[in-house]
């Protein structure tokens, strides 16, 4: 006897999505689920393309379906749906084709905040979803020279900006708009209408994920973003030495203040290896964003080493991930960006995942 669609979806029930903690069926992500004669063909759909269990999830799905008595192949698709977070969904009036905002903050300069953002958009417009990063850095925006984008943005017939596209990522930066060794000295309200400007002004298009590198501070530029949209959560960058841990520590204060989110933590600098003799050098100490996350409970993503060369791509305008993506420092980059994908996932199903409650009376 045949193999039936039912006994497919029961087998399909021991495969659990470790992020989400749900079975797959559970979840809505099978889908398609056919049997003809002795082959079953199935799609998981996921909620990003930069799942980190991808391969394993879909291993496992092939191996209990193909347990079942009498199927002799199991053909598997993988697809993805990238969910808009419960929080940008009442943003949509002014970022309507956004599906989730993710500002990568320090709180000081010299962390490598705009080296990681650029290097974590291109980590996840690699894996297929669609990317758009926005230079917040008003005052010293460096996305344009990290990514090499050469070209500036153009206005549509509504006076709207396209963005610069680079390296598969739409990219906005005020780098775009000011001459060389050109200063910007702004208070607040040009802040506030240059953010505004960025979001709701570009021709962004549909996005999945939007990158925002916001200054090194925990000024005007974030209090306006967190207060003109609701964000799908904040990003945190620091080395691990204490003194910039305990500016990280304003950062996440002001988020919380702010009512915004934290995805997690990234520990960048952790570690310096000779090229020549392999020796660990742990310059700026080791460990401490990770330490500062469990104390905090918040998500650890991921420990970036101190590398000539992520510097040296970052000047040259080939950001690591992009131009050597099998080197260490760019694995480092490409799995924080899955981690990252992950937390944004459970945001963004968090309707999915929470059972509604029924009151009777």
């Not at 999830?57 to 079942?68: G, N, S």
């Not at 008595?69 to 956004?98: C, H, K, N």
């Not at 505004?196 to 570009?202: M, N």
């Amino acid at each position: 006897m045949a193999v039936t669609v039912d006994q497919v979806l029961n087998a399909l029930k021991v495969v659990q999505d470790p992020d989400l903690h749900r079975d797959l069926v559970a979840l809505g992500f099978i889908q398609d689920v056919t049997v003809k004669e002795r082959q079953v063909t199935f799609t998981i759909e996921l909620t990003t393309p930069a799942c980190p269990v991808r391969d394993q999830m879909k291993e496992q799905a092939r191996e209990v379906v193909k347990a079942l008595p009498g199927v002799q192949q199991v053909d598997i698709t993988m697809t993805s749906r990238v969910r808009t977070s419960v929080s940008v969904q009442s943003a949509a009036r002014l970022i309507p084709t956004i599906k989730n905002v993710v500002p990568v903050a320090s709180g000081k300069g010299g962390v490598g905040k705009s080296t990681v953002s650029a290097n974590l958009a291109l980590a996840l417009a690699k894996s297929g979803a669609r990317v758009g990063i926005m230079d917040a850095d008003v005052y010293g925006p460096s996305i344009p020279t990290i990514l090499g984008a050469k070209s500036f943005p153009e206005v549509d017939e509504q006076r709207r900006i396209i963005p610069v596209e680079q390296d598969g990522l739409k990219v906005i930066s005020m780098g775009f708009f000011m001459k060389p060794g050109e200063a910007a000295i702004w208070r607040g309200p040009m802040l506030h209408k240059t953010v505004e400007q960025f979001l709701g002004g570009v021709q962004w298009g549909e996005l999945d994920y939007l990158i925002i590198d916001l200054p090194p501070t925990t000024g005007d530029v974030p209090l306006t973003l967190c207060q003109m949209i609701p964000i799908t959560g904040a990003l945190i960058v620091s080395t691990p030495q204490d003194v910039a841990l305990n500016i990280a520590q304003k950062a996440i204060a002001m988020f919380k203040k702010l009512n915004a989110p934290i995805l997690g933590i990234i520990e960048n600098m952790s570690s310096y290896v000779c090229l020549h003799c392999g020796t660990r050098d742990e310059i700026f100490g080791n460990g401490g964003a990770r330490q500062m996350a469990e104390q905090l409970g918040i998500p650890f993503l991921g420990a970036i080493p101190l590398a000539t060369h992520i510097r040296e791509t970052s000047d040259a305008g080939t950001p690591i991930v992009f131009s050597d993506p099998n080197s260490p420092a760019a694995k480092a980059f490409i799995a924080i960006a899955e981690h990252l994908a992950a937390q944004v996932s459970i945001r963004g199903m968090q309707d999915e995942l929470t059972p509604a409650i029924k009151m009777t009376f």
